[in-house]
């Protein structure tokens, strides 16, 4: 942790936290891509080329270090994310990051330990005590060189017997700390740029922080790799899903309070078999709160969808605890009417708890169907059976109420919905 007080550290993260070792290799590998088609441009095929030849010496290098790669595929090979694959993109970050000046370091305890593909891209070795003398043969190092006797530190590097130093020149974790702060000021004081750090997605986000909208689509949170606005698709069906407490019935006000701002003019109408703690809020153009009294609602709704006098994203309908209309005089009247309202390019939004979704066969298939929605803090299952897309292992611990996955026609990302106003 001292090091992250040196400003050419971006970071350093923990190699169980998924969320922030995903977004430091999508950067890293858009950085790759980016510099890739810079370096093409002007003929080069180095990074030292490019910086001659593009008249840009301040290019930097960059060195992505992991300590334990057995430890780090293990976690990210064997369990790998379908919205993310972080192992595949450590692989090629480490093939092709090399020519622009992107670097990849590791640490193993045994040379077994470093995967035979990462190996054949590893061009230089450096060798410290083993554990197992006949270990030193595997990685090209004669057996007589090192023994158990050695010195912390002491390796062989391109045939080379070396001693690896320490800043401060001393063991002690307290004089190297001290020692680091003064090369922190020094560098400060030398002009040395700060790295730029990897941020950690808040827990906690007011809506009105955000933009009211990107492209003309209201936006409600903020998407887990690059931080940034993620929005609410502007037609179709969106089904939302999620355990007690997790943030459901927020997220259903944040969804009408993002369209409110990102589109004064459209209409939100609300349903709900029953009064609810959201129900009499003023952000519903016409509320609902019985099925006695959604069916004449959608009868007129109905009327103006398919006479035509509902343009295109013009009505935006909410319904909270859909699945609890299944045997009401609601039911196959409003199943009509979400299929009109399809068809006019209107938004539906459908809330129930998870397990109940199975529970609604008539009012849940176009949901189902639809494929896009918000699942908030997911089993590993949900996201196969509410909308037939995989979500891959989760670990509900990472999930604090309001996080989830939004699911768009089949492609998941994992967000934090922002807390309405």
């Known amino acids: 942790r001292m090091l992250e007080d040196l400003p050419h550290v971006g970071a350093v993260v923990a190699g169980d936290d998924a969320e922030r070792v995903t977004r430091v290799l999508r950067m890293l590998r858009g950085i790759v891509d980016d510099r890739s088609v810079r370096y093409a441009a002007v003929r080069a095929g180095t990074i030292g080329e490019y910086r001659s030849l593009a008249g840009a010496p301040q290019e930097p290098r960059i060195l992505l270090l992991v300590d334990g790669i057995g430890a780090f595929r293990d976690e990210y090979d064997l369990k790998a994310t379908p919205w993310f694959p972080v192992w595949a993109a450590f692989s090629q970050l480490a093939t092709d990051g090399r020519q622009v000046g992107v670097h990849v370091i590791i640490t193993g305890d045994r040379p077994s330990a470093v995967p035979t593909s990462l190996g054949s891209t590893i061009q230089r070795r450096l060798v410290l005590r083993l554990a197992n003398p006949d270990d030193y043969l595997m990685v090209g190092v004669p057996r007589d060189v090192l023994t158990p006797a050695s010195p912390p530190g002491r390796g062989v590097l391109a045939g080379n017997e070396v001693q690896v130093a320490v800043l401060g020149g001393d ?251």
Request: aromatic residues 4%; glycine residues 10%.
């Open 171 to 421: 063991a002690n974790v307290s004089i190297q700390s001290r020692e680091i702060s003064r090369l922190r000021d020094a560098m400060v004081r030398n002009g040395v740029p700060q790295a730029p750090s990897i941020e950690k997605l808040p827990d906690s986000i007011p809506l009105s922080s955000l933009p009211a909208s990107v492209g003309g689509a209201p936006v409600i949170g903020l998407d887990d790799l690059d931080i940034a606005p993620v929005t609410l698709p502007e037609r179709g069906t969106f089904l939302l899903g999620g355990p007690p407490v997790g943030g459901r019935t927020t997220a259903l006000v944040t969804i009408a309070q993002a369209v409110r701002r990102a589109r004064p003019g459209t209409r939100i109408v609300y349903f709900s078999p029953r009064p609810t703690p959201i129900s009499a809020l003023p952000v519903w153009d016409t509320a609902a709160t019985s099925p006695e009294e959604i069916v004449p609602v959608v009868e007129s709704i109905k009327a103006q969808a398919e006479g035509g006098q509902l343009g295109r994203g013009d009505l935006v309908l909410v319904v909270e605890n859909l699945t609890e209309l299944t045997g009401t005089p609601a039911e196959s009247v409003l199943d009509k009417l979400v299929q009109v309202l399809v068809r006019t390019d209107q938004l539906v939004v459908g809330e129930s708890e998870s397990s109940t979704w199975s529970q609604a066969w008539t009012l849940a298939k176009p949901f189902k169907a639809g494929r896009s929605g918000l699942i908030l803090t997911p089993g590993d299952t949900d996201g196969d059976i509410l909308l037939g897309t995989s979500l891959g292992r989760i670990r509900r611990a990472e999930f604090p109420a309001g996080r989830g996955f939004l699911v768009v026609s089949g492609r998941s990302r994992k967000v934090q919905i922002a807390l309405p106003e």
